[in-house]
């Protein structure tokens, strides 16, 4: 009785051994077989508001969606690399694809205040709050919260620099400059050429007038 149960107990050893051992070379096929892809990072970004911020991606991207750009904006350096711009309170995302359309990036972004020592903070009954920088002398720095006739007394009107990539390296970066800057898309309609003449075709109105001393 007793070499009986020894003789099973070695069975059930021997039975485990191979099951793990079965186990571990299905694991490591299906690891091989599997096609290789990179995982995603889904991380939450906490940005000052008018404060910039660098986020580095793991990966080159081809494609990068931001939810909504009044809240966060972004202007892209590389193919790996953004300045995350704080533009007003709340809460978006923001998306990378590779050129496979795999996802390399998918996480929010926070934007909030993070107020200077030096700022005061002036709240007029019945009008609205107007918020001052104290240097030592005080004066008026708007941010989103003022009331509107402070904010268009004293915001800055300048048109925001879309890119900051200098050497054009990078085929995204690039794209995104003339996507953005208007003087790659349109010419000015006052535009004034000089120099070599034009190749472009000159067309005459049927109504128009040969200069004088020119005939027909």
């Known amino acids: 009785m007793l070499k009986l149960w020894r003789k099973v107990t070695m069975l059930k050893h021997i039975s485990k051994r191979k099951f793990g051992s079965f186990v571990k070379m299905t694991m490591l096929g299906l690891a091989l077989l599997t096609p290789f892809s990179i995982t995603a990072t889904a991380e939450n970004y906490k940005v000052s508001l008018n404060k910039t911020q660098i986020l580095h991606l793991p990966a080159p991207a081809a494609a990068i969606v931001i939810g909504n750009p009044d809240i966060a904006d972004i202007t892209i350096h ?32 926070i934007v ?39 904010i268009e007394m004293y915001s800055s009107h300048a048109e925001p ?32 050429f000089s120099g070599a003449p034009s190749s472009r075709p000159i067309f005459a109105s049927p109504n128009s007038r040969p200069a004088p001393g020119v005939e027909d």
């Open 78 to 109: 590389s193919s790996d690399t953004l300045f995350i711009i704080g533009r007003g309170y709340g809460e978006t995302n923001i998306l990378a694809l590779d050129s496979n359309g795999q996802t390399i990036l998918s996480a929010n972004i």
């Open 112 to 150: 909030t205040t993070d107020r200077s020592p030096n700022s005061v903070r002036i709240v007029n009954i019945g009008q609205g709050q107007e918020t001052y920088h104290c240097a030592p002398n005080c004066l008026p720095s708007p941010i989103l919260g003022d009331h509107l006739q402070f």
């Open 161 to 192: 620099i879309r890119s900051t990539s200098g050497t054009g390296s990078s085929s995204l970066a690039q794209t995104a400059n003339v996507a953005t800057n208007p003087a790659y898309t349109s010419t000015p309609p006052n535009a004034q």
